[in-house]
């Protein structure tokens, strides 16, 4: 789950790092509201993704008027798929330099990464491309974290010595949410020193283990509902199925993530355009079988549904049952290829023969039948 | 000849009572694999399947000589299975369990440094099987034959689909080996395709990688060197878009990095056959 700007910066207060003076603005009225409070503020539309400044999600207001346009104007936006449900009105601040810091997981190191640099407010990929040398990295040990002196040789590395009692105890607070939070990226980009040279959290980007979300409800309550993405995205999530949107006509079930995007491709080399990726995963039941139809089947523009099934963990019997029964549940008339094979896979055959599927033969064949039918428009 | 399993290894299954861990412990018995105890904390001293329960790993061990385990815990228990089985002297770690936390899999990969001899496989992963030996894990022997195709991939079902074919092709295999689909796993492809190059029992490899991280990449640079496999390699997610994880925690591409078009280019370069789709795989292999 990757938090937004507001709530990532709630999270790094909590741990005890300085973030500028913000309210939440669900509405121009709120904008203007915060004006009144706060001065002179950036308007910024709350998405989990890069790249609002360019798309036209940051305004700056120096009066109560611009507040409420700005709010006006970003609040419904869309960037990169992404509603704009509210914005974050914030004080301006007095920046005297900006650092980058940043905590994520090094996936060829397999382990977590931390990286320090004193040039901030650029993306980091690119300073890492065109001046690695500016950066400084650490390897924290997982079980006890990085200790003091590891970080004073850090800041030290990033030519950022003069601050280095500010940023060891800054860096530290940070760690806590890998520990704390099962944080993946946790990032303050820019760390901003003011004039006064207080050191204060001027962006962050926090993005927290969906395979950890367990033991973390209260931030899923707290933060969850507030991410609107893709409609189907989100109510796949409410029914607890691993589903990704496409902009195709052809439904995609299969079972596991390898089987599953190969028959994405299969279907694409077949000429088709799948609409969507899911993976119902090892030990399907019929009622995940069911829930993954009937969010493919809320999509208007599918024309078509592929099941592509290979048994290990997963019993062909449970999984033909349930395409029959959510075949009959959702009355679906659209044309449905079922390619099944593996454990318990002659009852699977037998079921859904009996209830009139016909079992593909080979995911290829069947990504050329969904293909065909589909086109010709055929229930 | 065979890599990391066979007909003599002695298995513990911890999770043995539960219901995927007791099916899948009848599975791997059918087909003759040595399952000489399971753990379940509380039922040490019972018997599960015919062999007998224990309450911890380090208990399995002393009372039977176990060198390796199939993990089938739940995810928020996993970690400390994997932790339990090395410290208990455990060689071969076969972890199946999906969805354990990141942050938990980077300290165990740091504590087991503290036990060199023993090697992770997965987690997220289908396990491996030796076929006609043994196996541990969930892959369905059925689809499986002896013979000297060595298999590595980081999927499950696709990995069934690619056995299967060569199964019925006559092709046989030496081991599959299911490494999984976390973005921070125990084996590597690298470290599998190193054991299939010493492997005097395997002299053709089949690679099925996917988008995300750059383990191909690694296992490309390895096979560039040269080696006397004869090999063919398929990646799963030309058509995934960036930024999206496609069901498995490691399947992202993000950037410019982890596309199927930089591991399918890796694996050309060094002289590696690449697929099309996983029913071309069997052709080139001849």
Known sequence: MKLLEYQAKEVLASLGIAIPPGVVARNPAEAAAAFARLGPVAVKAQVPVGGRGKAGGIKLASSEAEARRAAEQIIGMDIKGFKVPLVYCEAALDIAREIYLGFTVDRDARANILMLSAKGGMEIEQVAEESPAAIARLYPNPWRGPLDFELTQLVFDAGLGDLSRPLVSLIKKLYRAIPDYDALTAEINPLVVTKRGEVIAGDAKLEIDDNAMWRHKDLEEKYGALIEGDPYEVEAKKRGLTYVSLDGDIGIIGNGAGLCMGTLDLVQRAGGRPANFCDIGGGAKAEVVENALAVILMNPKVKGVLINVFGGITRGDEVAKGVVTARDNLKMTLPLVVRMSGTREEEGREILKRNGIEPGVSGWEAAKKIVELTRAGVT | ?286
Do not use: W
């Open chain 2, 1 to 286: 000849m065979s890599v990391l399993l066979d007909s003599s290894t002695m298995v513990l299954v911890q999770g043995i009572t539960g219901r995927e861990g007791g099916f899948h412990t009848e599975q791997m018995q059918s087909m003759g694999t040595k399952v000489v105890g399971g753990t379940s904390p509380g039922k040490g001293g019972t018997t599960h399947l015919g062999v007998p329960v224990f309450d911890t790993a380090a208990d399995a061990v002393r009372a039977t000589g176990a060198n390796a385990s199939g993990i089938f815990v739940p995810a928020p228990f996993a970690a400390d299975a994997i932790m339990e089985a090395a410290a208990a002297g455990i060689t071969l770690i076969v972890c199946i369990t999906e969805g354990i936390p990141i942050q938990d899999m980077i300290r165990v990969k740091e504590f087991l440094r503290g036990y060199p001899q023993a090697r992770l496989v997965g987690a997220n992963c289908p396990g491996l099987i030796t076929p006609g030996q043994a196996k541990i894990g969930i892959i369905p022997q059925r689809i499986t034959s002896p013979g000297a195709v060595g298999l590595v991939s980081r999927s499950g079902t696709l990995t069934y689909e690619v056995a299967s074919a060569l199964s019925a092709a006559g092709l046989g295999q030496s081991t599959i080996v299911g490494i999984g689909g976390d973005p921070v796993l125990g084996l590597t492809f690298r470290d599998v395709v190193e054991l299939f190059v010493q492997d005097p029992g395997t002299t053709n490899l089949v690679l099925i990688g996917e988008i995300g991280g750059s383990d191909e990449e690694h296992a490309a640079e390895l096979l560039a060197r040269g080696s006397r496999l004869k090999a063919v390699a398929f990646i799963s997610g030309r058509t995934a878009p960036e930024g999206k994880r496609m069901g498995h925690a490691g399947a992202i591409i993000s950037g410019n990095r982890g596309t199927a078009k930089s591991k399918e280019e890796a694996f050309r370069k060094a002289g590696v056959a690449v697929a099309e789709t996983t029913d071309d795989i069997v052709g080139m292999l001849r």
